[in-house]
């Protein structure tokens, strides 16, 4: 056995180096230290700089609800409108549906997302609810993303 650590470790077996020939030039200390370097590949690259967004001011718009009338001053809580895709009260669509479904002593009118609202059936106890849905009525149109939608999209997330 030699000194190296024993029959587990071999001694170490120097390559040849590929960048000692004519053609090749060391770079000077000064394009190292202005550029980044991948230490693991050995190659330059240039780091790409990073632009800030452009955020949008201003006050957002506030339109009417067209069904009770009254402005609309959290459009994020909004619903589209099935017929026109104006913002319209969230409020307003449950007093709407409520209207044209009839609804038993224990079912309730909530939102279950993708623009559906479902009629709710709760069953068992008071500690331990649960429900069934009865009916989904389908709100808003998937395939077709209202315009104010948009608006408020940019408005909120900037990246």
């Not at 200390?29 to 190659?43: H, I």
Request: glycine fraction near 8%.
């Amino acid at each position: 056995m030699s000194g190296r650590g024993g029959a587990r470790h071999r001694g170490y077996r120097r390559r040849e180096r590929t960048d000692t020939g004519p053609e090749y030039t060391k770079p000077s200390r000064k394009t190292l230290e202005n550029s980044r370097s991948d230490r693991g590949r050995g190659s330059m690259y240039e780091r790409l700089r990073w632009t800030p967004p452009v955020v949008v001011t201003g006050p957002l718009p506030v339109p009417d609800c067209p069904y009770c009338g009254k402005p609309i001053k959290d459009l994020a809580t909004a619903v589209a409108d099935k017929h026109s895709d104006t913002p319209v009260h969230f409020d307003c669509i449950i007093a709407k549906i409520a209207e044209n479904e009839t609804l038993e002593k224990e079912d309730s009118i909530a939102y279950i997302g993708g623009g559906c609202f479902g009629i709710l059936r709760f069953t068992g106890y008071q500690n331990t609810p649960r429900f069934t849905i009865k009916k989904v009525v389908e709100w808003e149109n998937r395939e077709q993303r209202a315009e104010w939608r948009k608006i408020m999209s940019d408005r909120y997330s900037t990246t």
